[in-house]
């Protein structure tokens, strides 16, 4: 039996998104919003609550759809042959995803490179492997590790590196209440392990190239 729903929205460009929602988990995760507004002193049966907890269901779906997607394969997709073994940057890559712990969002900024070693990837698969692993339950450290594993594991560079950067409202909006701290998050295989090829990473992602 198919539970899933298809909702279809064109974007400017022509790119179709297809929103796939699990019927059965989007009335079960809202039956617990119900109860939760009541808890916190709100009446869910007025007007403007009324599909609040069906709305935050299909929201807490998409935004952690990436539990359903296989960053590996991702990538494995779009490999191909090539003798070149100059460093490949992709930065300024956005960043959404939700802190585990108060499960609140953090976003900003990813920047990825790496060395080919007879294969390169499809530049547009680096940024949706940050995406897939993103689009969940994160802490940023967690993060930045998966998406440099995943790079040195399926491609087989001879190096990785992965920089984010973020603001977390866990931190601007609760606790410390910190509006404009960032936290940045390193990680580094092979090649990149060596100072001067470091350096010219973070040169490459601080630089306004045009």
């Known amino acids: ?61 998409y935004l952690t759809h990436g539990y359903d997607l296989d960053p590996a394969a991702i990538l ?16 300024d890559i956005e ?22 070693n007879g294969h390169i990837v499809g530049l547009s698969k680096i940024p949706r492997i940050v995406d897939a692993f993103s689009r969940r ?5 967690r993060l930045t590790n998966e998406i440099r594993d995943c790079i040195q594991e399926t491609l087989n560079p001879l190096g990785v590196a992965v920089v984010i ?10 606790g410390i209440q910190k509006q404009n701290s960032v936290t940045t998050t390193s990680a580094f295989t092979g090649e990149f392990a060596k100072d001067t090829t470091r350096a010219e990473f ?6 306004n190239l045009h």
């Open 1 to 61: 039996m198919n539970n899933h729903t298809d909702h279809l929205d064109e974007t400017e460009d022509g790119y179709i998104k297809i929103d796939r929602y699990n019927e059965v988990k989007i009335s079960a995760v809202a039956s617990h919003y119900t109860d939760i507004l009541s808890q916190l002193g709100e009446d869910p049966s007025r007007e403007g609550l009324i599909k609040t907890p069906e709305r935050v269901a299909k929201a807490l779906q």
């Open 76 to 91: 494995k997709g779009a490999m191909f042959k090539e003798d070149y073994s100059q460093m490949v940057v992709v930065k």
């Open 95 to 116: 960043v959404f995803s939700m802190c585990e712990h108060h499960m609140l969002p953090f976003f900003g900024k990813a920047h990825v490179a790496y060395i080919p």
């Open 137 to 141: 339950l994160q802490v940023q450290e």
């Open 165 to 174: 950067e973020c603001k977390h409202l866990c931190m601007a909006m609760r």
């Open 202 to 207: 973070l040169r490459l992602i601080t630089a």
